[in-house]
């Protein structure tokens, strides 16, 4: 017996040996690279091949930049320039609690230029989001407090349906906007158009999706004076805030390629419209219709007078 014990012992300790040397323990150092897809205060959210990773700053983070003609010498940063879309490499310590706590993060200027592009483009539509994300809030507490009250409580139901109503159609007049700068212009003319889709839930490009932006980055140099406007879209399936970042991410993802994949320069992409649920291009009721609105549309419009199309 005490020799089927020791047999047993043995057998766990190279079970747990085997464990920590797989996967790794807290005060390991670990070097990775991604994009952030999220910040909130000072924890990153980042997106690598190997999957998401928590990445913590505290005031020993140093987050640098090559500088210089050949970039050999590294510029020391604000950590404000962590935003998301941002590409950018880590080195840190792995802890249990809080995932990856950064010592570097070093980052190329022209990265930060696509993210603060990106940004540029979202924030209005996300600012009239997070509008409407707080209404419905209040209009939830208002809901459980008069929950005594029926009649009176489906009167406040009944106005806080009017006041999303006037919400959505605020976000439209965002998205029309965008469009009426184009319209105006009577010297702009579509002179393509191609969509691409995504998984349920999913803002990664599959590799259609890749060769037919490829595709229409390259039917586009053919002209002079163009640009590329693109907007994201999800389908009606979960919360509408879920759905508004998604849409966010999707048109991330496909500006993020024209720029790095297909080397456009800034100036020929338009920012991208984050549309949420808004103008399916199919019925939500049925499979297929879902799967048609899990998108991003891309135009290219082509200025007349650049281009000399008469």
């Given amino acids: 017996m005490d020799k089927q014990m020791r047999f047993v012992a043995g057998l766990l300790a190279m079970c747990l040996l085997a464990l920590g040397l ?14 952030i897809t999220n910040r909130a205060g000072d924890i990153l959210t980042v997106k690598t091949a190997d999957g998401p990773y928590t990445v913590v700053l505290n005031s020993n983070t140093k987050v640098q930049r090559p500088a210089g003609l050949i970039g050999v010498r590294k510029t020391q940063v604000s950590q ?17 609690h809080h995932g990856v706590v950064a ?15 990106i940004q540029a483009g979202l924030n209005p539509v996300a600012q009239q989001q997070a ?17 005594a009250a029926i009649v009176a409580h489906q009167r406040e139901i009944d106005a806080t349906k009017q006041r999303i109503s006037a919400n959505e159609q605020g976000i439209q007049e965002v998205a029309e906007s965008t469009q009426k700068r184009f319209s105006d212009l009577a010297t702009w003319y579509i002179k393509g158009e191609t969509t691409v889709r995504f998984a349920v839930g999913d803002s990664a490009l599959s590799p259609e999706a890749q060769n037919a932006i490829t595709d229409f980055a390259q039917q586009a140099r053919t002209y ?11 389908d009606s399936t979960g919360r509408l805030e879920d759905n508004q970042q998604l849409s966010k991410e999707r048109a991330q993802a496909v500006v993020a390629y024209l720029l790095q994949e297909c080397h ?32 991003v549309d891309l135009r290219l419009l082509v200025n007349k007078g650049v281009s000399g199309i008469e």
């Fill in 224 to 234: 002079s004076g163009w640009v590329i406007e693109v907007r994201g879209y999800a």
């Fill in 264 to 295: 456009l320069e800034v100036k020929n992409v338009v920012a991208p419209g984050a549309m949420g649920e808004k103008n399916p291009a199919q019925s939500n009721e049925t499979e297929y219709g879902r799967a048609e609105n899990r998108r």
């Fill in 103 to 117: 010592n570097t993060i070093n980052f190329e200027s022209d990265d930060l230029a696509i993210a603060e592009v």
């Fill in 80 to 96: 404000d320039v962590l935003i998301p879309g941002l590409r950018m490499s880590f080195e840190g310590v792995i802890d249990d």
């Fill in 131 to 147: 509008q409407n994300m707080q209404n419905i809030e209040a209009n939830q507490q208002r809901t459980a407090a008069n929950e």
């Fill in 22 to 35: 797989a996967f790794g323990g807290a005060g390991e150092k670990i070097k990775s690279k991604g994009v």
